[in-house]
């Protein structure tokens, strides 16, 4: 594959996006029958843009629906695969027989500090419009996004033509913060009093819900990471936006831990059929 699939035309025009060059098969973990290492270039003449992993799963008959994750930002060897959140929800997914389609990416840069420097904010939300290329288009398509990976599944759900989002302890993040490199420079950007009140990721959660989308959040009452004030503007839009179309509950695990009833809770949501 040397050319970007047709499926990422949809993307502002604006938006550099990094050209596959190169896609091969690698070595999928335990329950992940499917598995691709991407190449990324800007363009042939550039260096290389980093590594991105790619998992499926997909259900024995056809899928209804396609659900496209993105991981929080903590650095670990093994992003997707060692998610708590995602094996939960795979495996109530199991138990349930559902027809629903899993995808995920190990971001760039997300297994060491040092090569997470290399990129944005930006750079992972199109890590999941590659992704979703790979994913197949016969089944409509959900997003769900863990804590940094809310802002970047918010961000995403516009240029992707997503009408169901499912945000889990989910973070925004000022305008200032998404295109700088998640670095020293991220950190001043967000440690900035306020910057995430203004976070373009509100106005694209309020434009998915506009628009006949719906939407879940799942957060904590006792997140040490996550503001209160920022769970609340995002409940308010929600709630202002979504009504009936939205849902929220809080939990009191934290932002690492998880309340038992979220596997449940998420493919409750996900699995109703577009009206």
Aim: proline share 10%.
């Amino acid at each position: 594959m040397n050319d970007a699939p047709p499926d990422l035309a949809r993307l502002p025009a604006d938006i550099p996006l990094p050209r596959i060059v190169r896609r091969d098969p690698t070595a999928a973990p335990p329950g992940w029958p499917e598995a691709w290492r991407l190449t990324l270039r800007m363009d042939p003449e550039t260096p290389e843009v980093g590594l991105l992993r790619v998992y499926r799963i997909a259900p024995p008959r056809a899928p209804r629906l396609t659900v496209l994750y993105s991981h929080g930002g903590s650095i670990r060897p093994d992003p997707v695969v060692g998610s708590g959140l995602w094996r939960a929800l795979l495996a109530e997914a199991g138990r349930r027989d559902l027809p629903i389609r899993f995808v995920a990416v190990d971001h760039r840069g997300a297994r060491c500090e040092e090569a997470k420097q290399r990129f944005t904010l930006a750079d992972r939300v199109n890590d999941l419009a590659i992704a979703r290329a790979l994913a197949g288009d016969d089944a409509p398509l959900a997003l769900m996004g863990n804590s940094m990976g809310g802002h970047v599944a918010l961000m995403a759900a516009r240029s992707l033509g997503v009408r169901r989002l499912a945000l889990v302890n989910p973070g925004v993040y000022g305008a200032a913060a998404h295109d700088v490199p998640l670095g020293p420079r991220f950190s001043a950007a967000i440690r900035a009093p306020g910057s995430w009140h203004a976070s373009p990721a509100f106005d694209a959660l309020a434009a998915l819900l506009q628009g006949g989308g719906r939407a879940i959040m799942l957060a904590s009452r006792a997140d040490t990471v996550i503001p209160d004030a920022l769970n609340a503007k995002l409940e308010q839009t929600i709630v202002r936006f979504g009504g009936p179309r939205g849902c929220v509950k809080f939990s009191t695990a934290g932002h690492t831990g998880m309340d038992p009833s979220v596997p449940g809770d998420l493919l409750d949501f996900l699995s109703v059929s577009e009206q």
